[in-house]
């Protein structure tokens, strides 16, 4: 016989082997899903009462076979119970997590027992359509005359994850918003108690002007103090207001604030060039006018000398009207580029400013379906947008 036949039934005989073995372990399969089927259908009572559980039920034998599963599992998973039926367990797994996976359920069939899985860990379930979702596991254990099984309570805890994760992020909101408002407080509370301490203190003689200096102080540092309490209380009313929106016409409210502005900043100068068109949006003009507020505000603060501000927007395609202000200041910091809408977010060269402002803006604008954001300049200087909707949108 010549080489190339040997070679040629060599290669016949290992696929025959292959398929032979591949037919065995697919009957295996069979037989312990028809033995797992039998043995609970045969009592129509646990059957009952696996169907009728709000969580799913995945029952697998020592080699991680699923052999049942309740109908619940379809809706859960997406597949139908013949689809799992007979599969690896990892089909319902994320990739990442099977190996470990496989190690715990080596374990647990060594001493098996009544116990959640994965306490103190988050455990993610695998969708048919691919995506992953938050789940909660107990196991469970049977001895049965063809060998152990271990039934897997599923819940889906995507609701309850959510609620943890908003409490979560409340909280350390909170957090930031306690350590801002002690700070700005502070910083204010030191120059007026100076100022006050000034003018009750008896063996201070002062003239007229110093009088008048000091009492300018106090009702300078007053009105910061007095912004402060106003941006929580702002930002207090957004968290629960159900508002109406109106179309705005943006050119009034920018007005109103510039207004504002020079009368805080009457030592420092600033121009402000605005586009001729500017997109009418749907909003809240209360809320929209603390928004430009803080933006122009921010492009004074931290704009050359002296500040040149500019404003704009334009209608998108995806029904949005983006609204953006750039200054000419010396930009963003790499480190301060991610933490600028966090609820403290101090600039390096202005300590005097506090961490409200651009977190409340985020809150405003996303609460009106919108979006903020932040760019660089090639040259120098800060673009920050805000976008919103030109229809409305607002539930």
């Known amino acids: 016989m010549s080489s190339n036949n040997k070679r040629h039934d060599t290669s016949v005989n290992v696929e025959l082997t292959e398929e032979i073995s591949n037919l065995k372990r697919e009957l ?10 039998g043995l609970f259908q045969g009592d129509i009572t646990i059957r009952t009462m696996l169907e009728s ?11 991680g076979t699923i052999v049942l599963a309740n109908h619940q599992v379809e809706e859960l998973f997406g597949y139908n119970k013949e689809e799992i039926l007979g599969c690896s367990l990892s089909k319902l797994i994320p990739a ?14 060594e001493k098996p027992r009544i116990r959640p899985m994965g306490t103190g860990r988050d455990l993610k379930a695998l969708h048919k359509l691919g995506h992953e979702f938050p789940v909660e596991i107990s196991l469970s254990h049977l001895e049965t005359t063809g060998g152990q099984l271990a039934m897997a309570f599923v819940t889906d805890i ?7 994760n908003s ?16 700070h700005d407080l502070r910083g204010s509370l030191t120059p007026l108690l100076g100022y006050c301490e000034l003018l009750v203190t008896p063996d201070i003689e002062l003239n007229n002007q110093q009088i008048q200096g000091a009492l300018n102080g106090v009702c300078r540092v007053s ?14 009313s957004v968290r629960k207001e159900d508002v109406r929106v109106d179309i705005l016409d943006m050119r009034p409210i920018i007005y109103n ?13 600033f121009d402000v060039l605005i586009a001729e068109d500017l997109p009418e949006s749907y909003g809240y003009a209360p809320w929209i006018e603390e928004v430009w507020y803080n933006f122009i505000d921010n492009a004074i603060k931290y704009g050359g000398s002296p500040s040149i501000i500019e404003i704009g927007g334009e209608l998108k395609e995806d029904g949005f009207a983006c609204f953006w202000v750039t200054d000419n200041g010396q930009g963003i910091t790499d480190e301060e580029f991610p933490r600028l809408f966090t609820p403290y977010m101090p600039r390096k060269n202005n300590s005097d400013s506090h961490g409200l402002g651009l977190s409340i803006v985020k809150r405003i604008v996303e609460k009106l379906n919108g979006e903020v954001s932040v760019k660089r ?10 976008t919103l909707p030109i229809v409305d949108k607002i539930s």
Do not use: P, W
């Open 167 to 182: 409490l979560k992020s409340r909280n350390e909101e909170l957090d930031a918003f306690a350590h801002t408002v002690a």
């Open 223 to 236: 009105h910061k103090m007095a912004a402060v309490i106003d941006e929580l209380l702002l930002l207090s």
């Open 257 to 269: 604030v510039i207004t504002r502005l020079k009368e805080e900043y009457n030592d420092k100068g």
């Open 96 to 109: 990442r997590y099977q190996n470990s996976h496989n190690e715990h359920m080596a374990k647990y069939f």
């Open 28 to 37: 295996e399969i069979q037989r312990r899903v028809a033995f797992a089927e």
């Open 53 to 63: 559980l709000a969580e799913v039920v995945v029952i697998i034998d020592k080699t």
């Open 158 to 164: 995507t609701l309850r994850k959510e609620a943890e």
């Open 377 to 386: 300049i090639l040259d120098k200087g800060t673009k920050f947008c805000f």
